[in-house]
């Protein structure tokens, strides 16, 4: 199917915070049960050595996304790693939970623009379950930046513009109303608009399914990097993985 850039409304400013809080805690509930990114903490340890770089800046954080558990699988491989969280609409409740939970972990508490990150935040930067998001305009902005600043990048995105990824999204409220009460630190909030008034399950339902059509593929991948990095400035791999009944769609760059 061809990619369209329909809207989410995690991305609408006039939108909710707590709500759009409520989805990223589900998005970290359901990352870190099930290590969806497990396979990567290999892939960011290779990075690491290739580069040198022990600092790891994740754009677009959310909630916090996977970084429980993968920032833990990382640590055994390289102790000295270091972790810094950021976000345009941060979940700071999230985002200083997370940090609380291991002195290497840290988050910016400034809304930092992923097409455009200042020169304080150096390091291999990192983007999961985000790219999508963006635009061809500002997802090639990106690109740009990383190769302009001289800054390693990794890309995951844990969906694909399939049918089988669409119809997985189309039962997620089902996940959602299964897990919420699990979810930790307990909020009366969420119970109320997951289980009375509904709105999380139905966001979470839209946004998941809009994400499927909006990532880009392995091919559409390429030409994104041919355009940032025209001058081949750059060592990029991109490719699909699988994992489990899923996939990730993975887009490592470095300097040459």
Known sequence: M????????????????????????????LANKSKMFSPTADILHDLMQKTGVDTIIDLASGGGGSWETLFSEIKQKNSSAQLILTDYYPNFPALEKLSDMDKNISFSKEKIDARNVPV??????????????????DAIQILENA????????????????????????????????????????????????????IVPF??????????????????????????????????????????????????????
Do not use: C
């Open 2 to 29: 061809a990619r369209q850039h329909l809207f989410e409304f995690e991305d609408q400013s006039w939108f909710p915070s707590t709500l759009r809080n409520y989805g990223t805690d589900f998005l970290q509930f």
């Open 120 to 137: 304080s935040l150096q390091g291999i930067r990192t983007q999961y379950l985000s790219f999508h998001h963006f635009n061809e305009k």
């Open 147 to 198: 190769v302009k600043t001289n800054q390693p990048i990794a890309i995951f995105e844990g969906q694909e513009r399939s049918v089988p990824s669409v119809m997985a999204m189309i039962f997620s409220p089902i996940t959602v109303l299964l897990t919420t009460l699990l979810i930790k630190p307990f909020r009366w909030g969420r119970i109320l608009f997951t289980y009375f008034i509904p």
């Open 203 to 256: 966001f979470v339902m839209w946004d998941g399914i809009v994400s499927s059509i909006r990532t880009y593929s392995v091919e559409e991948m390429k030409k994104l990097v041919l355009k940032a990095d025209p001058e081949e400035k750059y060592h990029w791999e991109i490719k699909r993985i699988k994992n489990g009944p899923g996939v990730i769609i993975s887009t490592i760059g470095h300097a040459r």
